[in-house]
């Protein structure tokens, strides 16, 4: 297996939250086939993965659009974090990129940049101890177009007054790398080393 590095070129470090900092997925999987089952609707692992990066709102209209189901995005954006904020405390850190933030850590400056809301990002910051490391989180909160969208990670870099193709960007979906090339910062799969 690879070593996690850092890119010589890098002088900015921006890392996405779910399933690249904090093994989220199985929870926020967990939480959105609990909510699906109220409709009735099964949720394949597949297709959950085929979505990662891509806002919650955006997931609901999406399988309004596949499956014909009627969810209604901001309430079941709102139930779907309300769930998975219950199955927090099961939250475990992704440890080669948890200790590549750890040594980083008053070296270059570093920014979380994720397509989940704020309030449950910064409670996933909190419950691992994160934010001893992290002072800036752009959430879906805080930007018009989600990921493969880059507004997200460009304003990483803005927050941390570093030029995008300065920036090194750790992530581990599709939608999310797309935005790191389009911003053009330096993309790292992290799926290639763990």
Known sequence: ??????????????????????????????????????????????????LAGVPTDRISEILNERHGTDFEPKAVSNLKEETYLKKIDKLQPIKPVFELAKQYHGKLPMAIGTGSPGRHSWEAVRALGLDKYFDILVSKNDVKEGKPNPETFLKCAKAMDISPEYCQVFEDGDPGLQAAKTAGMIATDIREYI
């Open 1 to 50: 297996m690879k070593k996690l590095s850092v890119d010589p070129r890098a002088k900015a470090l921006i890392f996405d939250l779910d399933g690249t900092l904090v093994d989220s997925m199985p929870l926020h999987y967990e939480a959105w086939k609990d909510v699906c089952a109220i409709k009735g609707l099964s949720f394949s692992e597949e297709e959950f993965y085929s």
